[in-house]
C-alpha cells in the first residue's frame, strides 16, 4: 500500500501527470505470470551447437600449452575455438564510452587471473557432447601465487593480477591510481572538531542469481548478418561489444532481446553474445553459449565487494566538520564496471550530508577474485551502508540521537555538495522526520520543525574558503582522453610503454591551492605544479555545470 | 559418451546391474544424479532403474514400519503411519523436490544435504540391501561405510516406532525458510522411564561429511532427568569430537558456535 505524503513540496510538483504517482502494470507481467514470455532460449534452431568452455581450476595461473587433440576426436565436436580465433582479443566493457584501457581477453591464451576464467571453447552438437570435449582437452598450467584482499594486491611485491595495469590498480584519468575528491581541507576541519570517530567497514560480494541463467544464440541471417537472441540487459552495449571483439561492423549484427529472466546488473557484461557470434562466424551454424547454474554462480560477475575507512571530526553537539574516506573496491581480476562505478560512488560523498571538508581517495583494486560488475545502485549501496553505520556510531559516541543527528547534518536546497553541485530536491530531514513518526521515534521540537527548504544555501552555497590537494598516487606511461586508444591504431589498446606506477603510499599533502579572489579571477596554479587542478567554482558556475556520468565536467 | 538408461523390473536385477559397473548409477527420485548428468558428470555412463512396486510402499513389521527405499518424502508427509516423521520428510526442499526425492536416495546424499538420514539414524534404523537375505545393517555401520556401499541398492529401511510422540524431535536449521540448505540438522530419540533418560539417541546432519551420532551428549543425557541443568550439560558438549565442515552456507566456526544453542532450543522443546 502507497501512501502519498502530498502536503511536502505541494508547490515544486505538478500532479497533472500520466504516469508518475499512479501505479501501473509492467507491460510484460501477463506473458510472465502465464509462462508465455519468449525467452532467448525459447527459440529454436535446426542444426543448433552448443558451446561450452574449458575453464581455469586455478585462482592465477599461466598457461603453458592448451591440447585439444584428443577433445577434437571426440564425437559431436564441430570446432574448438582458442584465443587466437578471436579477432580483437582484448577489450574493456566502458571502452565503449572511451573510459579504460582494453584489459580482458574473450578468451585467455597466456594467463589466468581468476577462478573460471575460459580458455577455450568448445563447439559441438550438443550440450552433452560439448562438455565431454572439455573434460578431454588438457591444460597445462603453472600456478602462480594469488592475492584475495584489496589491500594486500596495493602491497609493494604482490602478484601482478592484471599486467595493463601493474600495479593492481586502475587508473583515473591518465592521471592517479585512484580517483580523488578534495572539498576543503579535512586535515584543518580535523583540528578544528572536538573528537575524531573513525570506522572500517567491509561488505561481500554479491551474486545477482537470475533464474534464467546469461546466454545468448547466434545464428546466421540473409545479407552476411547474424542474429542473436540475448538475455543481456543491455542491448546496444552487447552489440556494440561484440562488434568490437569481432572487428565486425556493427549492421551485421542484428540483436533481439527484451525479455531478460533476472537481470539485478548481472547480465550487462556481454560475454555471450560475442562468443555465440563467433561461434556461430566459425561453424557457419546457429550456436548457443549459456552459463550453467555453477557457472552463473562461480563465473558469472556479482556486485564487487568493497572496503571502507571513514574519519570524521565530529563536534560535541553532534555536527560533522570533516570527513575523510579511503575506499577499496574489489574490482576482481579485471575491470568490468567497477572504475564508473567508483566515479558514481565518489560523485555521491559525502553522503546526504552537508560537511564543509571532505576528501576521498577511493581505490579500483584488482585481485584474484571473479571480476565485480553492476548490480542495482553499485557504487553507492555499498558506501551508504559504511555511511550510515558509521553516522549510528557517531549517534553512540557523541550521544546524540541517530535521527536527530542525521537531521542536524542533512544537506538542504542550495547547499554546495562536495562534488561542486547545488543541492536540490534534498528532502532526507523530511524522511527522517516521517521515519521517526511512524515509528513513534521522539523527536525534539526543533528537529521537527526542521525543513530541507529552509536554511540552506547561503554560506551553505559557498565553495570552501580554501581547498587542500595534492598529487598523491599520480602515475606515469598513461594518457587522459581517448587512452583506450592511447596514440595508436585503433585495436591495438595498450600502454605505449609499461607504465611505472608507484605503489599505494601516502605522501604528504601538498600543494595548497588557494582560490582566486572574485570577481578577479587571478591563475592560481604555480609554475611548480605539475598538473593545475580544476579551477574553484562558485554556487553560479555550478549552476551551468554538471559532472557527467563519466569523466568530467560538461555543459548542461 | 551419451548416457544410457537400463529399467529393470526386479530389484534384484537391478542390484545385480548395478553391482557389476563402476560407471552405473541407480535413479531413485533423481533429484541428485540428474543434476550431475545436466553438468555432464563424467564419472558415469549409466542410470539403472526398477519398476518394482515394492520399492514404494510402507508397510508396518512388528514394532515399527519397513519403508521402501523408493517411497517419496511427499509420501512421508502423505502417510498416516509415518506422522512422527512427516515434519523431517517436509524439510526436505521443496514441493517439487519432495514429490521426487527419495528416502533411498537421501542416505547417499552428500552433506549438506541428508536431513531424512540423520533422523533415521536418531530412530535407530536398520538398512535393507536389495538381493541380500538375511538381516540389515544397523543405519550407524550404514552411514560409516557408506563410500562402500555405493554400488549396493537399498530396498528398505526399518524404522522403530518411537514410544511416545514426544519422544522424537527434530529441527532444521537453515537460513533461508522455507527450502533452504541445513546448516546443520539435529535429531533426537529421547525415550524415558520413570523420569529418567534411557537409549537417547542425537544425530547431527551437515556436521560431517555423513550424518552422525554424537556421543558425547548421549552421555550427558543418558540415565538423567530432562531439566535445565541436564540440558545445559548436554549444551555444553554440543560439538565434542565434531569437526564440522565449512562450506558455502557457513564457516565451521559458526557451526561450532551455533550448535549448543540450537541443541538446547530442541531439547528444551522451545518453539523457535
Known sequence: ?556 | MPVRVETYERLDEAARALASSRTARFLGGGTLIMRAVNAGDQSFDTIIRARDANWSAIRAEGDGFVIGAGVTMAAVVASRDLVFLAPVARSVGGPAIRNMATIGGNLFAASPYGDFAAALLALGATVNLAGSSGRGIPIDDFLRDRERHATSLVQSVSVPRPRDASAFRFVKVSRVKPKGISLMSIAALLPQMGGRLQGARIAYGAMAPTPIRVTAVERALEGQSLDIATIERAAAVATEGIDPPTDALASSWYRREVAGVHLKRLLSAERR
Open chain 1, 1 to 556: 500500500m502507497i501512501e502519498f505524503r502530498k502536503e511536502y513540496f505541494a508547490d515544486e510538483r505538478d500532479d497533472n501527470l500520466n504516469e508518475i504517482g499512479k501505479p501501473t502494470q509492467r507491460q510484460d507481467a501477463l506473458g510472465h505470470v502465464t509462462g508465455r514470455s519468449p525467452y532467448y532460449d525459447d527459440h529454436l534452431f535446426d542444426g543448433l551447437l552448443h558451446i561450452r568452455c574449458v575453464r581455469s581450476p586455478h585462482h592465477h595461473a599461466r598457461v603453458r600449452r592448451i591440447d585439444t587433440s584428443e577433445a577434437d576426436r571426440m564425437p559431436g565436436v564441430v570446432r574448438i575455438v582458442l584465443g587466437k580465433d578471436v579477432p580483437q582479443n582484448l577489450n574493456t566493457l566502458l571502452s565503449l564510452l572511451d573510459f579504460g584501457l582494453d584489459d580482458e581477453p574473450l578468451i585467455s591464451e597466456k594467463k589466468v587471473s581468476y577462478k573460471g576464467e575460459p580458455v577455450a571453447a568448445v563447439i559441438a552438437e550438443s550440450d552433452r557432447a560439448a562438455r565431454d570435449a572439455v573434460a578431454k582437452v588438457r591444460v597445462d598450467w603453472e600456478e602462480l601465487p594469488a592475492v584475495f584482499d584489496v589491500e594486500d594486491a596495493v602491497k609493494p611485491g604482490a602478484p601482478v593480477v592484471n599486467e595493463i595495469y601493474p600495479g593492481n590498480l586502475f587508473v583515473y584519468h591518465g592521471k592517479y591510481d585512484h580517483q580523488k575528491l578534495r572539498f576543503g581541507d579535512v586535515e584543518a576541519g580535523f583540528r578544528q572538531a572536538d573528537r575524531i570517530i573513525e570506522g572500517r567497514y567491509q561488505m561481500s560480494p554479491i551474486e545477482q542469481a537470475p533464474t534464467e541463467t546469461c546466454g545468448a544464440i547466434a545464428a546466421p541471417e540473409t545479407n552476411d548478418r547474424y542474429v542473436v537472441y540475448t538475455s543481456t540487459q543491455a542491448l546496444f552495449f552487447s552489440l556494440d561489444t561484440t562488434s568490437k571483439l569481432l572487428k565486425m561492423p556493427s549492421n551485421r549484427l542484428h540483436f533481439i532481446g527484451g525479455t531478460v529472466g533476472g537481470g539485478f546488473g548481472g547480465k550487462v557484461d556481454s560475454l555471450h553474445e560475442p562468443m555465440a557470434v563467433l561461434g556461430t562466424v566459425l561453424t557457419g551454424r546457429p550456436c548457443k553459449y549459456m552459463f550453467d547454474r555453477e557457472e552463473e554462480m562461480q563465473v558469472g560477475a556479482p556486485r564487487g565487494a568493497e572496503r571502507w575507512y571513514i574519519k570524521d571530526g565530529v563536534m560535541n553537539d553532534g555536527r560533522i566538520v570533516a570527513r575523510k574516506f579511503i575506499g577499496y573496491f574489489d574490482s576482481g581480476a579485471y575491470t568490468r564496471l567497477s572504475s564508473y562505478a567508483i566515479i558514481k560512488g565518489v560523485g555521491h560523498l559525502p553522503g546526504p550530508y552537508t560537511i564543509p571538508n571532505v576528501y576521498a581517495d577511493v581505490y579500483c583494486v584488482f585481485t584474484n577474485r571473479t571480476p565485480a560488475t553492476a548490480m542495482r545502485g553499485f557504487g553507492i549501496t555499498g558506501v551508504d551502508f559504511a555511511i550510515e553505520a558509521h553516522m549510528d556510531k557517531i549517534s553512540y559516541e557523541v550521544g546524540v540521537d541517530p535521527i536527530e543527528l542525521r537531521i542536524l547534518n542533512a544537506y538542504r536546497d542550495g547547499d554546495m555538495k562536495a562534488h561542486r553541485r547545488l543541492a536540490k530536491n534534498t528532502a532526507l530531514i523530511e524522511c527522517c522526520q516521517v521515519a521517526a513518526e511512524k515509528a513513534k521515534w521522539p523527536l525534539s521540537r526543533q528537529a521537527q520543525q526542521a525543513s530541507s527548504l529552509r536554511d540552506g544555501g547561503g554560506a551553505r552555497a559557498e565553495m570552501p574558503p580554501h581547498t587542500a590537494i595534492d598529487h598523491n598516487g599520480a602515475v606515469t606511461g598513461f594518457t587522459a582522453g581517448s587512452y583506450a586508444r592511447g596514440n595508436k591504431k585503433p585495436g591495438q589498446a595498450q600502454p605505449v610503454s609499461m607504465p611505472q606506477m608507484p605503489r599505494h603510499e601516502t605522501a604528504p599533502v601538498t600543494p595548497r591551492y588557494e582560490p582566486a579572489a572574485r570577481p578577479q579571477p587571478q591563475p592560481a596554479p604555480v609554475a611548480t605544479q605539475p598538473a593545475p587542478p580544476p579551477p574553484a567554482q562558485t554556487a553560479a558556475d555550478a549552476r551551468r555545470t554538471r559532472f557527467s556520468s563519466i569523466s568530467g565536467l560538461r555543459r548542461r
